[in-house]
């Protein structure tokens, strides 16, 4: 039976901040009375999550739905000597990278809050195989920048690969509650939307039985931040002297990352559940550019006991 | 033993900000909110 051995304050953090993110990026509540989606300055802001900014709630712009619609627009606009590369969106991406790496898909990603929620349903435990987590990769360049930017039509525009074939969240966010607000877009249903919603479907069924799959296997916006996990000024650090191998953190961790291996792993969304909840023998700690913020908790099954 | 430090990551903070800024600078900030107020119909799954 698994013990707690820390306290919960960063975890319960966490669950406050995800909450706050989701209702901060879907605080349009106008909407049933509007029947439409905002339309105010704000959608020019880009959150960090996946959100999808046809959601009639989203208050913010998807990043991974800008940055297609760059490269899918990239060829007529230069030719219109408008010279827009995506920097913007590249440079907000890059920065957060930079700073924490891929901590926003732990904090304040909705979708990934979401796959969290549904992780709960009891169910048996199926673990995703390691190679199905490179395809996020193939999806990034694939579907976000070369299918956008090579398959034009004769006016040179592409089209927005991921949203269109793909992206649950759009289907869950979008699709289904503009289908109910708007009547009349019913008649425009195909087999494209037909074909999302069974790609939502198949992801949500996995989400019962595996811990965030769409994080670990297709989320190009998780696949972006993974790039700097090493490399950014927030690292998680293991110390294999204390480390006796006992799998707490594997066991306890939503992404399936067996940090002892690698403690700045590409599927680590520093959630920090395995600092806070599973390392009982302090092996477990984090570092701001090189430098220990808070000591690795001395934590022993003694100490930690439960008080009588 | 001294905790080791690497300037990569205040090298690349520099580097994406200054895209970020050159990005605003070229007007795509209105480029986004052009894209974003409108319903978008892939995302959707109907265009």
Known sequence: MPQLYGNRVMLILRRWIQILATVLSNAYWKFPFTRGIYQGNLKAVCVPGLNCYSCPAATGSCPLGALQNFMATLRPRFGAGHTHFGLYVIGMLGLIGSLVGRMPCAW?????????????????????????????????????????????????????????????????????????????????????????????????????????????????????????????????????????????????????????????????????????????????????????????????AETDAPME | MAPKKSTLPFVLIVLFALFLAIGINLGEVSSVLEKAIRVCLSCMGIG
Not at chain 1, 156 to 174: D, N, R
Not at chain 1, 213 to 234: E, M, T
């Open chain 1, 108 to 300: 304040l990603c909705p979708f990934g809050f979401l796959q969290e929620l549904i992780h709960k349903i009891p169910s048996p435990e199926f673990e995703i195989p390691k190679p199905l987590t490179y395809i996020k990769y193939i999806l990034l360049g694939l579907f976000i920048f070369i299918l956008p930017l090579l398959a034009v039509d004769e006016f040179g525009y592409g089209i927005t690969w991921f949203c269109k074939h793909i992206c649950p969240a759009g289907t869950l966010e979008a699709g289904i509650p503009l289908m109910l607000l708007k009547p009349e877009l019913r008649e425009l249903i195909g087999i494209l939307f037909h074909s999302k919603l069974l790609i939502l479907a198949l992801f949500l069924a996995w989400m019962v039985v595996s811990r965030r799959p769409f994080c670990r296997v297709a989320c190009p916006l998780g696949a972006i931040y993974s790039l700097f996990n090493k490399v950014s000024v927030f690292r998680m650090t293991h110390d294999p002297d204390k480390c006796t191998l006992c799998e707490a953190c594997y066991r306890d961790c939503p992404m399936g990352v067996k940090f002892y291996e690698d403690a700045n792993h590409y599927d680590c969304i520093r959630c920090l559940k395995c600092y806070q909840e599973s390392c009982r023998f302090g092996a477990i700690s984090y570092e701001v550019a090189g430098i220990p913020l808070l000591k690795a908790l001395e934590r022993t």
